[in-house]
């Protein structure tokens, strides 16, 4: 009887080139694997042309297992039933809100999460960001730091000053303008999880800033049990007074006109689309920040940008975009944010969880999912 051909696996949208040495412990002869390194637009998304949309289709028809990064290919019913080959999607972190888990299930595609947690078989390298996230031990979450890094760096102009400094765009220059104290400020958290509340903590303890919360649904006893959840008394928060609320659920409207930082945590979903427009926007202080770590489209772009040209806010930093790889010439890109008149612009391209202890572990997680699949085994952590 002739040798069944080995299963044809693609790992998707890996950047780093840092996947395939987590399957090295795969026989050869079981599985056929093709990294790609790039992102290709999106199926769905409005600007993608029929070419990109078939390209796209192309690329993955021959594949009975994926390896996903995350929402970097988003995965709609459209494109799943023009994948006849696909059995398996192996993908990384948690959420998936651009990925149509009940046409997956009708097909029969098995679609697993990686919850960082690390191999169950104890044959990975022993670190997990999720496992050993003791916060009362400076524990946290990788998105919250790149959060910080961002207020902070818009705050005390870094980037502008090292473009200065390095004499980008003309002869090496020296300070560019004042920074921003946060000392006492008003941080606001539009989406308020987990996420959320360890950004909050350490504006409430390194710089005795006033925490204001909202989201749709949230209650004030919800988010005193998450003060709790990240160490902090529910009232006073050992800064604020002890008749005051640690993390103080408002409105809306007042989170924006009082806040001095606006800081993004919400899950995005049809309802959260769009969730700070021109609204909003005009609400915001024209000295406030605005930082998004969170999802590009819970943004009005279009607004946003508007408002930048015309300086009415402080500034904004983004790690996340509409179209993501961001294309050349997105008006992020090729606007010279740096001319007067418009408000501070500072960009990352979606670093909020790129770590290597996360990525690492997220890999781990699905190399062994993809071994239990050529043994035959339950596979972990299914969602469909």
């Given at each position: 009887m002739a040798a069944s051909s080995p299963i044809k696996l693609a790992i998707l949208d890996d950047y780093h080139n840092i996947a395939a040495q987590h399957f090295t412990g795969v026989d050869p002869s079981k599985v056929?694997?093709?990294t790609f390194n790039d992102t290709l637009p999106s199926y769905t998304h409005p600007d993608t042309s029929d070419a990109q949309r078939k390209a796209l289709v192309d690329r993955l028809q021959p594949f009975a297992v994926l390896s996903t990064m995350r929402e970097r290919t988003p995965f709609p019913g459209e494109l799943l039933r023009q994948l006849p080959n696909l059995k398996v999607i192996l993908a990384t972190g948690t959420q998936f809100e651009t990925f149509d888990l009940k046409t997956?299930?009708?097909l029969g595609i098995a679609v697993c999460a990686s919850p960082g947690k690390g191999r169950t078989d104890g044959k990975g390298s022993g670190l997990s960001p999720r496992a050993k996230m003791d916060i009362k031990k400076?524990?946290?979450h990788p998105t919250t730091q790149h959060a910080w890094a961002l207020i902070l760096a818009l705050a005390r102009n870094v980037a502008a000053d090292d473009a200065v400094m390095k004499g980008k765009g003309g002869a090496p220059g020296w300070q560019t303008q004042l920074a921003v104290g946060l000392q006492g400020k008003t941080l606001g958290l539009v989406g308020f999880g987990r996420i959320g509340a360890l950004t909050a903590r350490v504006g409430l303890l390194a710089w005795g800033m006033k925490i204001v919360c909202w989201s749709e649904n949230l209650t004030q006893e919800r988010a005193d049990t998450l003060a709790e959840d990240v160490g902090l008394p529910p009232n006073g928060g050992g800064i604020v007074g002890e008749d005051e609320k640690t993390f103080?659920?408002?409105?809306?409207e007042e989170l924006f006109k009082t806040s001095d930082v606006v800081s993004l945590h919400y899950?995005?979903?049809?309802?959260?689309r769009g969730i700070v427009g021109a609204k909003e926007l005009g609400w915001m202080k024209e000295s406030a920040f605005l930082i998004n770590t969170s999802r590009g489209p819970?943004?009005?772009e279009a607004a946003l940008l508007e408002v930048l040209r015309k300086d009415k806010i402080g500034g904004v930093a983004l790690d996340v975009f509409d179209i993501e790889p961001l294309p050349a010439d997105s008006p992020w890109r090729s606007e010279n944010w740096d001319e007067g008149g418009k408000s501070r612009v500072l960009l990352t391209p979606h670093m909020g969880y790129v770590e290597e202890v996360t990525m690492r572990t997220w890999y781990e997680e699905?190399?062994?999912n993809l071994e239990r699949y050529l043994e035959g085994k339950e596979l972990l952590h299914s969602i469909t």
């Open positions: 056929s694997i093709t997956a299930k009708d400076g524990g946290g103080k659920v408002v409105s809306k899950v995005l979903s049809a309802r959260s819970l943004i009005d699905t190399a062994q």
